[in-house]
């Protein structure tokens, strides 16, 4: 049941989710070593959504999916260093850039649920899907995909490695939390 699940997944969890990744084989061979030696995959295995697919926004926000938004940021913020390029997938309502403020020195979020583009200091935030409503905005130093990676249809998920392979910058990491290691 529920009550016994452990809150977040631990090691086994991790290493189950990047099998499981590599044994979709959604990731193109061209770019499956590069992807793999930066890759951080994260699970919060055990932990019961409220809502169906979707992104959640402020207002739809519960405690419990503010602690999570939490987690996944201080889980992904070792790998982003100080002064870099962040893109964001999936950002929501920007939490992630509210957190690494000052600390970034440029991020850009992609998220569906945006009604129009905006920039706020040093972030620009752009409505649309990843990775066909991202226009060409060259390599980045890290990107993001927090309990994104469920969402995205099977069928497209080899277009996500491949774009994501092709955005990130040599030797960035490319940080994915899941909810799930069966994600």
């Avoid at 951080?40 to 519960?62: D, F, N, P, Q």
């Avoid at 260093?81 to 000052?102: E, S, Y």
């Avoid at 491949?162 to 960035?172: E, F, H, T, V, Y």
Wanted: net charge positive; proline share 7%; charged share 25%.
């Amino acid at each position: 049941g529920d009550a016994g699940d452990e809150l977040f997944g631990g090691y086994d969890h991790y290493r189950k989710t990047q099998r499981l990744w590599n044994a979709m084989g959604w990731i193109p061979e061209a770019c499956r070593g590069r992807l793999a030696r930066h890759l951080k995959i994260v699970s919060s295995a055990g932990l019961k959504w409220g809502r169906a697919g979707g992104l959640a926004r402020e207002h739809l926000m519960t405690p419990l999916d503010r602690l999570l938004q939490r987690w996944r940021i201080a889980t992904a913020r070792p790998y982003i260093p100080p002064g870099a390029r962040l893109l964001d997938v999936g950002c929501a309502d920007g939490a992630l850039f509210k957190q690494l403020a000052g600390r970034i020195r440029q991020g850009v979020g992609i998220d569906a649920g945006l009604r129009r583009a905006s920039r706020k200091h040093n972030i620009r935030f752009l409505p649309g899907k990843f990775p066909d409503g991202l226009p060409h905005l060259g390599t980045f130093d890290v990107i993001t995909l927090l309990a994104l990676l469920e969402h995205i249809p099977q069928k497209g998920l080899k277009r996500v490695a491949q774009r994501c392979a092709d955005l990130l910058k040599p030797g960035g990491w490319l940080v994915i939390t899941v909810p799930s290691p069966h994600a």
